[in-house]
């Protein structure tokens, strides 16, 4: 006789396909935010197994910066492809363009605060009613307070005190027309359990996310890659380096860092004796103690 | 690492102060869970607010104002993972105005923690936290009496406590219940065994909690299959392919059992239960697939596949304790809608048969009204049956939620008496 239990990898799978079905029964346009980074990899991953042997429902949406890694284009683009389904994306680029926004100024000026506007734009024009995001609970103080289906008034904007509560899985995404809901199919993931299912299920990632030689900066205690983006200070010097990437974001404040890890296996040793947080190399998240928060509020991912 | 290590989920419950946050700190310090930049983070903020050594507390409060009162507001989750299991924590504030969110945890949870400090004994808050955790159902409860270095581990200080407690959960109905002698800020008992508690033969918290016996929780006898959505991929490779997935809620389900469809009635076999990885012979709570039946029969959202010669109740009429969750009062015969599994119906609240008292536990039978936090035993009118179990053998088939058309919020969780 088998055991009657599942282990929890497993458990937490079936729950991110439960709350998957969930999004596309309860809403009538759900779109999957895709960064290209590992999270939403695995949240796409999961979408297809939860409507297998149908392909994924959903279109999958894309904020683009304009200050990508290339790689990371390429890599959605053949996931795309492979998978067949429709690709939406948010130019902040054009938005700058057209005046919606202005770029930010000063020494560590970043488009991160920029991509509220275009994600809140492109979930209007495209009539999106449920964005699905990869954010996990474990990432970041604000985020551990997230529900799996978390409201957004008709701003877009998150009201941390006052979320519905959530009580077993039964899960309310009634809302009213112009409002929105983030489902986070992963919320009870940790950056170790994305990185063991990653290894489980062999899942194609970037190649960002293996050891490589690239030109880097030493900045803000980590090495930022040297892009046609980056301003160099006077005291700053290009070198290189082997490095990988434990997160991926825009190519300006995404800092790598020195490793040999160039398998899976490798990679997933490397997490498991990591003393600092993946966001710890992240200068967005470095701002201010709320930094998070208050984009969340916002209406950031 | 990934073999057979099982998920617990459990949740923190304590008054004000009685030190839950820092025993949340303290076993993610002590397992090592806490990464250095954390660390340094609430070093620094320790700092700024005069304390000295590190405030533990600090990991846990996150929102902003949470953490400039100095209180827990809302549930926030945390994780760590040992060698044997891993955990989620649901950390849940204490305050009565925050009942509602206590129950939100509670209402996942495998085990509930409940702190009582060892100098005040049990109180109010802590009757009021037991009874809620055996009004969800939780299954194991561990009593953490801390703050045991103020009373310089005594253990008479320690038995007076679990008299106490016993003395009323006597009457409330938990399977499973510990106590453990604690400080959460010296980490006595915590992580590691105390020398200061010879007298304990026990262990301590975070050994036991990797050691209660979890797969027996669910419900394995009666098979409940609630269908989430068809799946019709209408592809060249799968032209008749019609498949109902969902979560099995409870029991097994085999390829050849005879099913029943609720609530129109109608049986056939299993086909095949499939995933994207494998056809499988069999599935069980609380896994995801998809099932195809021999028969075409019509089955949509929010219906149940059973077995045939184990059925839930179907019902318009169920008894619920209810807890209100909304600020807003009912109003008498208000019409709600009514969500349970993946099935939405129309209901009314037809008569609230008592009200809690959530300080005193007696029952009230004169105030009926229904105001937020309150905890009544109300009878429920919906507009078609619903296919439920007792929430006392079935936790998923057993709830449901209301929720205010004309708000969209979610007013009230019901467990079915
Ligand atoms: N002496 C002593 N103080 C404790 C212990 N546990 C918590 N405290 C203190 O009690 C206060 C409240 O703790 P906190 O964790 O914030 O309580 P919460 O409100 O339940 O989250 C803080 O000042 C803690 O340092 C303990 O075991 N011994
Ligand atoms: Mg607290």
Known sequence: MSKYYLNYIDELESEAIYVLREVWAQFQNPVILFSGGKDSIVVTHLARKAFYPAKIPFSLMHVDTGHNFPETIQFRDNLIKELGVNLIVGSVQEAIDNGRVAEERGKNATRNTLQITTLLDAIETNKVDCAIGGGRRDEEKARAKERFFSHRDDFGQWDPKNQRPELWNIFNGRHFEGEHFRAFPISNWTEMDVWNYILKENLAIPSLYFAHKREVVWRQNSWIPNSEFLKLEPSEEVVQKKIRFRTLGDITITGGLESEADTLEKIVNEVSTMRQTERGNRTDDKRSESAMEDRKRQGYF | ?417
């Open chain 2, 1 to 417: 690492m990934i073999d057979n290590n099982q998920l617990l989920r459990f949740t923190t419950a304590g008054s004000v102060d009685d030190g839950k946050s820092t025993l949340i700190g303290r076993l993610l310090y002590d397992s090592k869970s806490i990464f250095e930049d954390q660390l340094e983070a609430i070093e620094n903020t320790s700092k700024r607010k005069g304390h000295n050594g590190v405030d533990l507390a600090l990991f846990t409060d996150g929102l902003r104002d949470e953490r400039e009162q100095g209180i827990t507001i809302d549930v926030a989750y945390r994780y760590f993972t040992t060698p044997k299991r891993k955990f989620i924590i649901a950390d849940t504030p204490g305050h009565i105005q925050y009942t509602r969110n206590m129950v939100t945890g509670a209402s996942t949870a495998n085990a509930a923690i409940i702190l009582v400090d060892a100098r005040h004994g049990v109180i109010e808050q802590t009757k009021r936290h037991a009874f809620i955790a055996s009004l969800l159902q939780i299954p194991h409860i561990i009593v953490c009496v801390n703050k045991m270095d103020l009373v310089d581990f005594s253990e008479e200080a320690y038995n007076k406590v679990i008299n106490q407690f016993e003395e009323f959960s006597s009457k409330l109905l938990i399977k499973d219940i510990r106590f453990i002698p604690l400080s959460a800020l010296n980490g006595d008992n915590v992580v590691n065994r105390s020398k200061h508690t010879d007298w304990y033969q026990g262990a301590p918290l975070l050994h036991t909690l990797e050691t209660l016996h979890i797969s027996s929780d669910i419900n394995k006898i009666d098979a409940r299959f609630p269908v989430q959505t068809v799946i019709r991929p209408q592809s060249e490779s799968h032209r008749d392919y019609r498949g109902y997935a969902g979560r099995v809620a409870s029991g097994v389900l085999r390829v050849g059992d005879v099913i029943t469809a609720m609530p129109s009635g109608f049986t056939s076999k299993i086909k095949s239960i499939d995933t994207f990885d494998n056809k499988l012979k069999e599935a069980y709570a609380p896994m995801s697939v998809t099932i195809t039946l021999e028969d075409d029969i019509d089955i949509s959202r929010g219906d149940m596949i059973v077995r045939c010669n184990n059925k839930p109740d179907a019902s318009q009429d169920i008894e619920v304790m209810l807890c209100w969750l909304q600020n807003e009062t009912a109003k008498p015969r208000a019409k709600y809608l009514v969500k349970h599994t993946s099935n939405e119906e129309k209901a009314m609240i037809k008569e609230v048969v008592y009200k809690i008292d959530i300080k005193t536990l007696e029952r009230l039978e004169d105030d009926k009204s229904l105001n937020m936090n309150d905890i009544c035993k109300v009878r429920i009118r919906t507009t078609k049956p619903l296919m439920v179990d007792s929430y006392r053998e079935n936790r998923t088939t057993g709830s449901i939620i209301l929720v205010d058309e004309m708000t969209n919020e979610t007013v009230a969780a019901g467990m079915i008496v």
